[in-house]
């Protein structure tokens, strides 16, 4: 569907914008183009976080009704007109399938892109896997609620982390922003691991960078208004003069996607065994390996609430097919619910 989205753009030259405000800092820019100087050394990962606290949305009993002022059918769109199985119709989609990608794609897909602009790639991934569950409570949502996605660039792998619980059973009583984990003083944020030093991009508008001991070496602050390059944009019928182009966006979104179709082909393992397959893979088990102890910290019995260990999906870049899944292929698309269907010629 993106590809077809950028197809159309191009060839009725409309102007295109992604929601990826970040890519209008200047602060990141510069930020951006000072790491990839050389200023710390080799990229050794580019990580984005998603600390972002998720209650549980609750369970029902059986199907929900649809408020009167609501034009289901329109609602659901391509997807399934299946009877409404949440408490809440808006918002809560996110967690299920037919119609969301967890908070991989809904919040991470902004610190996706950042940790992306800093590795400086423009392909989806040549090799993807995923680990994760919907762990901590029983509620009916679907999609993972601690996840983490590893994109195995040649450069330098791109790691994103999804928690959604707080940093322990005891924060559970009083859930928030202040409850949730941290990683170098970053929760919702992208964090570049380098040869010497890393930088911190904790928001939309700021970035800092330290020394292989935590010291601030260098910072970077302010943005330009997303909305004013759009305008801009319009104005000069230049696709180019956007900060975030659709292209941009297009990719982005597509690594969380292809981090979950992963997870989604995956099957439950026990630690141990998770490990065994991580063996060879040193970054992958210490996101791993903190990834457990704070399922531990909220009370997760991993021996019997078992972790989802995903495929190991190879793909190529250029035609944006995987190479070893049939499975996988199928679920770069979905099956249309007519009319809703996106045309195979734009």
């Not at 949730?180 to 928001?203: F, S």
């Not at 260098?218 to 330009?224: E, M, N, Q, R, T």
């Not at 390996?289 to 609430?305: F, I, Y």
């Not at 770069?332 to 009319?339: K, M």
Request: net charge positive; hydrophobic share 35%; charged share 25%.
């Amino acid at each position: 569907e993106g590809r077809q989205m950028i197809a159309a753009a191009r060839q009725y030259k409309k102007i295109v914008q992604a929601g990826t405000q970040s890519r209008s800092s200047f602060a990141i820019r510069e930020a951006v183009a000072w790491v990839q100087a050389g200023n710390l050394g080799k990229i050794l990962v580019a990580r984005g976080l998603c600390y972002k606290p998720r209650q549980s949305i609750g369970k029902t009993d059986g199907p929900q009704t649809v408020p009167d002022n609501i034009n289901y059918d329109l609602w659901c769109g391509p997807a399934p007109l299946d009877p409404l199985r949440r408490k809440r119709l808006h918002y809560d989609w996110h967690w299920l399938w037919a119609y969301g990608c967890g908070d991989l794609g809904n919040q991470g897909i902004h610190e996706m892109d950042r940790a992306r602009w800093f590795l400086g790639e423009s392909e989806l991934a040549p090799r993807v896997f995923s680990v994760g569950g919907r762990l901590g409570y029983d509620d009916d949502g679907e999609t993972a609620n601690t996840q983490f996605i590893f994109h195995d660039y040649a450069k330098a792998p791109l790691i994103f982390e999804v928690r959604g619980l707080p940093r322990s059973k005891e924060a559970q009583k009083n859930w928030g922003s202040s409850t949730m984990d941290t990683l170098l003083g970053g929760r919702v944020a992208a964090i570049i691991h380098c040869e010497g030093g890393y930088i911190v991009n904790p928001d939309y508008n700021s970035a800092t960078a330290h020394d292989k001991e935590g010291k601030l070496i260098k910072s970077w602050k302010g943005a330009d208004d997303h909305y004013e390059n759009f305008i801009k944009a319009c104005r000069s019928r230049k696709h180019t003069d956007l900060n975030a182009d659709i292209a941009e966006g297009y990719v982005s979104s597509s690594l969380c996607h292809t981090g979950n179709i992963s997870y989604r082909l995956g099957s439950k393992k026990s630690p141990g065994e998770i490990r065994e397959r991580l063996q060879a893979n040193g970054a992958a088990l210490e996101t791993f390996g903190r990834m457990q102890e704070h399922l531990t910290a909220n009370g997760v019995d991993l021996e019997k609430d078992k972790l989802t260990i995903g495929e190991f999906l190879t793909m190529d870049p250029k035609t944006e097919r995987f190479t070893n899944s049939r499975e996988a292929d199928a679920q770069l698309t979905r099956l249309y619910r007519r009319p809703y269907v996106v045309p195979e010629k734009v």
